[in-house]
Nanobody, 114 residues
Framework: QVELVESGGGLVQPGGSLRLSCAASGSIFSSSAMGWYRQAPGKPRILVAAITRDSITSYVDSVKGRFTISRDNAKNMVYLQMSSLKPEDTAVYYC????????WGKGTLVTVSS
């Protein structure tokens, strides 16, 4: 059974940091590139960071230098370390394969506000 469970979101002030975690079922995770996506209110869901099976990473320009994606293949986990957060980072964050498959978790809400 395919399962994705995101956690770690919350309310943070501008300039703050958060670490998101994603537990992925083995059928999704093994030998797959994984990504973190986000959907802000009224906007489409976009890919913000991706990581290959061998930990080669890529980022959308708006988060480069501030976000770091990583994975633990032994635990089927993907992480997103976010720092220097801005109000425009406010969104629901999801993990999925990259490119994604049509199965999504519930996501985790990140709110950046003073």
């Amino acid at each position: 059974q395919v399962e994705l469970v995101e956690s770690g979101g919350g309310l943070v002030q501008p300039g703050g940091s958060l670490r998101l975690s994603c537990a992925a079922s083995g059928s999704i995770f093994s030998s797959s590139a994984m990504g973190w996506y986000r959907q802000a209110p009224g906007k489409p869901r976009i890919l913000v960071a991706a990581i290959t099976r061998d930990s080669i990473t890529s980022y959308v320009d708006s988060v480069k230098g501030r976000f770091t994606i990583s994975r633990d293949n032994a635990k089927n986990m993907v992480y997103l370390q976010m720092s220097s957060l801005k109000p425009e980072d406010t969104a629901v964050y999801y993990c999925n394969k990259a490119p994604f498959i049509p199965t999504w978790g519930k996501g985790t809400l990140v709110t950046v506000s003073s």
